[in-house]
Every structure is written in C-alpha cells, then in structure tokens.
C-alpha cells in the first residue's frame, strides 16, 4: 500500500476540462490544405513585396471567364525568378500560390481536407480538376475544329490566333496532322494559293512536319517585314481599296482579251471596189483625175483636182450603174 500511494503521489495533478474546453479549438492546430516543406535554408524570406506584387497582379478568382491554364503559367514564370539555395522550388510554389487566390477560388482552397497538399503536383491537379472541368475541355476543342481565318486577317494573325487556341487547352489531343488539315482548310482561297505556290504547287504531297514547318518558316519571315503586313483598316477604307483593285485588274483583263482577239483574228485585205485590186477605192490608181466617195449619208462625193463636189442621186458603189461608170472612166 505504501509503494501504490508513492506511486500515485508521483503523478501530475490531471487538469481540469470544462465543456469549453472540448469545443474551443487549440491555438496551435494547423487547418490549412497545404503542408509545406520545411527549409534548412537561414537566408530563406518572402519579403511583403512579392506578396503585395502577386495580390494585386496574379490574382485567379474561379470565375468562368478565366484560364487556370494561364494562371499556372504565369505564376510559374514569376516562381522561376526566385532562387534560394538549399530551397526547392516546391517550398516557394507551395509557399506562395496561396496568395494568387481570391473570392470562390481562396475560399475553395481553404475547404480542402488538411493537409491533403504535400507538393506541387498535388495542387495543380486538385487545381485543374476543379477550375479545367471535362465541359470547359470539350468546349475549346470546338472552339479548334471550329476555326476560321476572319476576314482582313493575315496569315500570321491566323496562325498566332490558331495556335493561341490550342494553347488554351493543353489537353485536346489533337494530332498534329489534324491540326494542320483544319488550319488548312478553313483559310480563304487567297491565303491557301500562296500557301500552295510556296510549296511547290500542293501541300497534298508533303507531310504533316514540312506543311508545319513551312507555315512556321513563312509567318516568321511576315513578321521580319510588318509593313507588308495588312493590318486592320478603318471601315470604308477596304472596301475602297478592294474596288479600285478589282478595277484595276478588270481593266488588264479586258486589254489581255482585246490583245488575243486581234491575234486570232488578222485584218483582212482591203478589196478596192474599183479594179477589184488589194487595197481601197480611194488609193486606186485605175482613176487619172477624179475619184469617188460614199458619205454616210450614201451620197457621192466626187473629188476632181483638189476640187470637192456632192452629188445627189449618184448610185452606191454596190450597184450595177455605179461599176459601169467607173468602167466607163477607166477606158477614158
């Protein structure tokens, strides 16, 4: 009995636990979804100006409207900024990304379970599991098969924009052959012929990597001369230039046909209605003195010494009367 209450003599004093005690939660408990690893490092600090800088400029609030594709990026641009020896890049992602969030997106953040977040892997997936849902995925993918060069919009415009949209959704698993055939096709006619003619006659006969490659190669050389660039015009000022041009080429057109015509089709000889020689009435040398011409209105002028006169009721050359006379004049 003497070593049990020595025993028991020895024992802290239990503390004493009112109800209040059970359901006021302890200062020292941690409730948040991300445990972060623990930095050896004493030259370790996040000053208040990246955290100033990434609450004004970095935000992402989970509305629709938002890419959490681009806030990942962009905040991973910034974190590769940061080096810290003996610091992982994991410690300053995980340290960090929590003031990125705002509105629905900060609030979602802190329902997840505790500790459920060990590294970075684990945020971006829990991330773009709820802000990249299946219904967001199938949505840009329309947006890519759907694609189609706008009007007034270079091929380079066409092709940043294209590229832009593939971007937008990282998972669209859509082959790169694919990918060119719908860019390819939904480019208007202009834009495909030059395509066409800088291959070589048809892009059919190449692959998916030349067609890619050469679209790459004829994009970078427009952007190393911007002003062959057509950019955006103010309105009337297109369709102005578009109708002159049409005019323009209207007009070469119709002197190619008139060329071809006269090519195709020779002069043909003069017959002089007098002798019946190769060459005009009026150069005739059957006439010694006087020489005949039909006016438009079917008179005859009779031309005689340089003298001029018209006379009335003389028969057209066409008629019978009128070759007798000059046969008559001939033999004189």
Same mark, same amino acid.
């Given at each position: 009995m003497e070593n049990l209450e020595g025993i028991h003599d020895e024992r802290a004093p239990i503390s004493r636990r009112t109800m209040e005690d059970y359901v006021t939660p302890s200062p020292n408990t941690n409730w948040t979804s991300i445990i972060t690893p623990t930095i050896q490092a004493n030259?370790?600090?996040?000053?208040?100006?990246?955290?100033?800088?990434l609450q004004n400029h970095y935000?992402?609030?989970g509305l629709t409207h938002e890419d959490p594709n681009e806030h990942l990026e962009r905040f991973l641009d910034l974190c590769a900024t940061f080096k810290y020896n003996g610091v992982s890049d994991d410690a300053i992602r995980l340290r960090l990304f929590k003031f990125?969030?705002?509105?629905r997106a900060k609030t979602w953040l802190n329902t997840l379970p505790t500790g459920s977040i060990v590294t970075w892997e684990d945020l971006q997936k829990k991330f773009l599991s709820k802000y990249f849902?299946?219904?967001?995925t199938i949505k840009l993918r329309n947006e890519i098969s759907q694609f189609v060069q706008e009007s007034e919009e270079h091929l380079s415009e066409a092709?940043?924009?294209?590229?832009?949209?593939? !971007?937008?959704?990282? *998972?669209?698993?859509?082959?790169?052959?694919?990918?060119? !055939?719908?860019?390819? *096709?939904w480019l208007n006619i202009n834009t495909r012929s030059m395509i066409d003619v800088v291959s070589g006659g048809s892009i059919s006969k190449k692959t998916h990597e030349e067609v890619h490659e050469l679209i790459e190669e004829m994009t970078t050389n427009m952007y190393q001369y911007p002003g062959e660039r057509s950019g955006k015009k103010a309105a009337g000022v297109y369709k102005l230039e578009s109708s002159t041009t049409l005019q323009t080429q209207l007009e070469a057109l119709q002197k190619q046909v008139a060329t071809l015509q006269q090519q195709s089709n020779p002069a043909v000889a003069s017959i002089c209605e007098i002798c019946g020689g190769g060459h005009v009435d009026y150069e005739c040398q059957g006439w010694?003195?006087?020489?005949?011409?039909?006016t438009l209105a079917g008179e005859i002028i009779q031309i005689s010494h340089g003298t001029t006169q018209i006379n009335q009721g003389i028969p057209l050359p066409d008629s019978n009367h009128y070759k007798l006379m000059c046969n008559k004049k001939r033999i004189q």
């Open positions: 030259n370790f600090d996040m000053k208040p100006q990246i955290i100033a800088m935000q992402f609030s990125t969030l705002a509105g849902s299946p219904a967001k092709w940043e924009r294209f590229n832009g949209l593939l !971007k937008r959704c990282p *998972n669209h698993k859509i082959e790169l052959w694919r990918q060119i !055939k719908i860019f390819y *096709n010694t003195h006087t020489a005949i011409h039909t």
